[in-house]
């Protein structure tokens, strides 16, 4: 085997060839280092808030909608429960039930995700008081 002492890229300027027979292409640079990157508009607290309004607002116009357009009674049977309600009452109920089995397992989630992270740092800290 022998080993190359030759650096395997050139110091100077990269030149990149022209990119079709064109010979009077405009050669590739690199982009300048100390030119900040484009930036994203920033969201203030402001708009987000207004936005969510805006969709809440929306979904309960909605929701209103739901209701008013379902108010025919309907009986449910439910672990030996039985009784009437209007079916929409019945619908939503059964949303907000469902949101909350929802909210509950990303409870569990974040907190599980949050012990990890604190065991996590600890376990670094203590590796670092022992380097």
Do not use: C
Not at 74 to 81: D, I, K, Q
């Amino acid at each position: 085997m022998t080993s190359d002492t030759s650096p395997s890229r050139p110091d100077g300027p990269s030149i990149t060839p022209p990119a079709g027979p064109d010979a009077t292409a405009p050669e590739r640079t690199r982009p300048d280092a100390t030119a900040p990157p484009p930036e994203a508009p920033t969201t203030s607290r402001a708009a987000a808030a207004w936005f969510a309004t805006a969709v809440a607002l929306v979904l309960l116009v909605l929701l209103i909608i739901l209701i008013l357009q379902n108010q025919h009674v309907a009986e449910v049977h439910y672990l030996g429960f039985t009784g009437s309600i209007p079916l929409a009452t019945a619908l939503l109920i059964a949303a907000v039930a469902g949101a909350a089995v929802v909210a509950i397992v990303g409870v569990v989630r974040l907190t599980q995700l949050r012990v990890e992270g604190r065991r996590a740092r600890r376990l670094e800290a203590k590796l670092a008081k022992k380097a």
